[in-house]
């Protein structure tokens, strides 16, 4: 039985559910695989709980009712106050080791770096870390220890399929097409089933689809970093400022309160009922699309056609679309659930599997 040391960084709704997963498959993974995952530690933004020996059961169930109940690990019986995530990786950190990264910070760039740096493997779900400047990003994926597949299609194998099937066949990549959030595929779908603007992203927001403030979704940044991604991954040398990302609303309303942009939403809805008729016109309809050829990468709102891929798209499904040699006139399309907690916490477990078997 090969026992796999994980040290998790971050028990938002996503972190908690990467560890629900953990505890449910046990059994399986077990048999399935001689895999034993065993957590060591856990981390929130200040604190942890850290247990060379093995966080039990019963230390895991506590650690997501705190996070549940909104609290601190620091606040726990056996948490305590740390100075940084590379400070618990140094010292929890042990021979085939996992890190994962399940947060939306920048902070855990070091940690992930000093896990690589000691021959351990890493797995994040956080899309910052691959969007800073191409160095760090050759840095983390040139190991060979290093996983991301949840940082662009939560549970769709885009990632995978991409690196490990088109790239490592040598087939060459003309051109991807996908919708990669499942937050503006709700909307845009919404508008097209004639939906306000404003209503819907009211809707999104009290179902969870949407970042606290919807801006963060709306903005277009979320799914322009996806796009960095795909196109670092193809090996362009692309930053986040040669990605062009069209915002789903004007720079006036960037200032203000939620609320005060909620409330100012409904400004946009006659703009958006003439965009939607406009297309529907033309045998088209609107979707969030992030393009990607000939070296350059671009996300905005653009009418497709109906009876297209992208155009039969519903709901908060993302769906990806490959072009490539071998794939010319009839594309690799990927399609899935593309927003929940649950879907990319699947992602990340088949990371921690796929890293696990790797280092046997």
Request: charged share 20%; glycine share 12%.
């Amino acid at each position: 039985m090969q026992t796999v040391p994980l040290i998790q960084v971050g028990l938002g709704g996503v972190g908690r559910a990467v560890v629900e997963r953990v505890l449910a498959a046990a059994d399986e993974f077990e048999w399935r695989y001689g895999l034993r995952l065993h957590y060591v530690a856990l981390l929130d933004s200040r604190g942890a709980i850290v247990a060379p020996e093995g966080l039990t059961y019963g230390d895991l169930q506590r650690a997501l009712a705190a996070k549940s109940a909104g609290q601190s690990l620091a606040t726990m019986a056996e948490g305590y106050r740390h100075e940084g995530a590379a400070d618990i990786v140094d010292v929890a950190g042990t021979t085939g080791a996992i890190v994962i990264d399940v947060t939306a910070s920048d902070d855990s760039v070091d940690a992930l770096l000093l896990a690589l740096e000691r021959g351990y493997a890493a797995v994040t779900a956080n899309k910052r870390p691959l969007t800073q400047d191409y160095a760090t990003f050759r840095r983390l994926v040139g190991c060979g220890r290093f996983r991301y597949e949840a940082t662009v299609g939560a549970g769709v194998p885009v990632i995978a399929s991409l690196a490990e099937n088109i790239i490592a066949s040598h087939d060459t990549v003309h051109r991807i097409e996908g919708c990669f959030s499942g937050t503006l595929g709700f909307l845009t779908t919404g508008l097209q089933a004639g939906g306000s603007f404003s209503s819907l992203v009211r809707e999104a927001r009290v179902r969870g689809y949407t970042e606290p403030d919807p801006r963060d979704d709306l903005g277009g940044m979320d799914v322009g970093r996806k796009a960095l991604i795909l196109a670092r991954t193809l090996g362009w040398p692309l930053d986040m400022a040669q990605v062009q990302v069209e915002s789903l609303f004007p720079p006036a309303l960037a200032a203000g309160s939620v609320d005060d942009f909620l409330q100012a939403t409904g400004t946009l809805d006659a703009d958006y009922q003439s965009r939607v008729a406009g297309a529907r016109a033309q045998g088209q309809t609107l979707r969030y699309v992030a393009s990607l050829a000939g070296g350059s990468a671009q996300v905005g709102l653009q009418p497709v056609p109906l009876d297209s891929p992208l155009g039969r798209l519903q709901g908060t499904d993302n769906l990806i679309a490959f072009y490539t040699d071998i794939y010319q006139t009839s594309p690799l399309v990927l399609q899935g659930r593309g927003a929940g907690a649950n879907g990319t916490a699947a992602g990340v477990l088949a990371d921690i599997v796929a890293l696990a078997r790797r280092q046997r």
